[in-house]
């Protein structure tokens, strides 16, 4: 797999608005996108996460936080 990486990316989530960094991995053999994945440095986790399995597309998104 290959990924990049775009910076501060604001999106807004149903937990949210973030700014996050957006992860990219394709598959280096077709340049099909493998994962795509939203990094918050605010919240230290994927607010989103979009995958493409066999079995069809998952998309996880982030609904709740709290901050300790």
């Given at each position: 797999?290959?990924?990049?990486?775009?910076?501060?990316?604001?999106?807004?989530?149903?937990?949210?608005?973030?700014?996050?960094?957006?992860?990219?991995?394709?598959?280096?053999?077709?340049?099909?996108?493998?994962?795509?994945?939203?990094?918050?440095?605010?919240?230290?986790q994927?607010?989103k996460?979009?995958?493409?399995l066999?079995?069809?597309?998952?998309?996880?998104?982030?609904?709740?936080?709290?901050?300790?």
């Open positions: 797999m290959h990924g990049t990486l775009s910076f501060l990316l604001t999106g807004l989530r149903p937990a949210g608005t973030f700014e996050t960094l957006k992860l990219v991995y394709r598959n280096k053999r077709t340049g099909a996108i493998r994962y795509e994945a939203w990094y918050s440095l605010e919240v230290k994927f607010v996460l979009r995958e493409n066999e079995t069809g597309l998952r998309v996880r998104e982030l609904i709740a936080f709290k901050l300790r």
